[in-house]
T-cell receptor, first 110, second 112 residues
Framework: GQQVMQIPQYQHVQEGEDFTTYCNSS?????IQWYKQRPGGHPVFLIQ?????EVKKQKRLTFQFGEAKKNSSLHITATQTTDVGTYFC??????????FGGGTRVLVKP | DTAVSQTPKYLVTQMGNDKSIKCEQN?????MYWYKQDSKKFLKIMFS???????INETVPNRFSPKSPDKAHLNLHINSLELGDSAVYFC???????????FGQGTRLTVV
């Protein structure tokens, strides 16, 4: 079945710095979603991308879908302690089946 | 007013026991799921139900049996619990044609 791979697995970031997490697939995806899970919490939907080359922004978060629709990225600028958590890219297949990437666990150093 | 609620939040039990986790959603969604999150945070789908019918069964041991009495409820019963069943189990719901899925707060199952 469809698989999505995420890198890095862990990201240690100094508060105020920027970072990017990446999601890759070996096959073309019809969509990519991003979810955030705070420590001890549950996954919460952030955004969905469906178009080739699509870029969406939510405040300090910028999401991008690759031109070939095989990769996606999440870039966070000026990281804050509230950004701590695990970020998942997710492929939503037919039947509403969500396939999660392995996640990037973000730790922020104050 | 929680959209997707699971009970219990924590469950500690001995090997060999049988336990159930309950899930209810008040969003009017047709599709409900069970996901398992292991210690490395990897989230894997176990089951999906659409309007009380089983749609997805991802090669889960038959010790796990989901039951959907109506489309607002999806319970998970686990027989003969094993140490490897220790994980966080998330219930979720979504609606065809609607983008996002909503997750419950999770049930942390610890088998000792």
């Amino acid at each position: 079945g469809q698989q999505v791979m995420q890198i890095p697995q862990y990201q240690h970031v100094q508060e105020g710095e920027d970072f990017t997490t990446y999601c890759n697939s070996s096959t073309t995806l019809s969509n990519i979603q991003w979810y955030k899970q705070r420590p001890g919490g549950h996954p919460v939907f952030l955004i969905q991308l469906v178009k080739s080359g699509e870029v969406k922004k939510q405040k300090r978060l910028t999401f991008q879908f690759g031109e070939a629709k095989k990769n996606s990225s999440l870039h966070i600028t000026a990281t804050q302690t509230t950004d701590v958590g695990t970020y998942f890219c997710v492929y939503k297949a037919a039947g509403n089946k969500l396939t999660f990437g392995g996640g990037t666990r973000v730790l922020v150093k104050p | 007013d929680t959209a997707v609620s699971q009970t219990p939040k924590y469950l500690v039990t001995q090997m060999g026991n049988d336990k159930s986790i309950k899930c209810e959603q008040n969003l009017g969604h047709d599709t409900m799921y069970w996901y398992k999150q292991d210690s490395k945070k990897f989230l894997k789908i176990m089951f999906s139900y659409n309007n009380k019918e089983l749609i997805i069964n991802e090669t889960v041991p038959n010790r796990f049996s989901p039951k959907s009495p109506d489309k607002a409820h999806l319970n998970l019963h686990i027989n003969s619990l094993e140490l490897g069943d220790s994980a966080v189990y998330f219930c979720a719901s979504s609606q065809p044609g609607v983008t996002e899925a909503f997750f419950g707060q999770g049930t942390r199952l610890t088998v000792v």
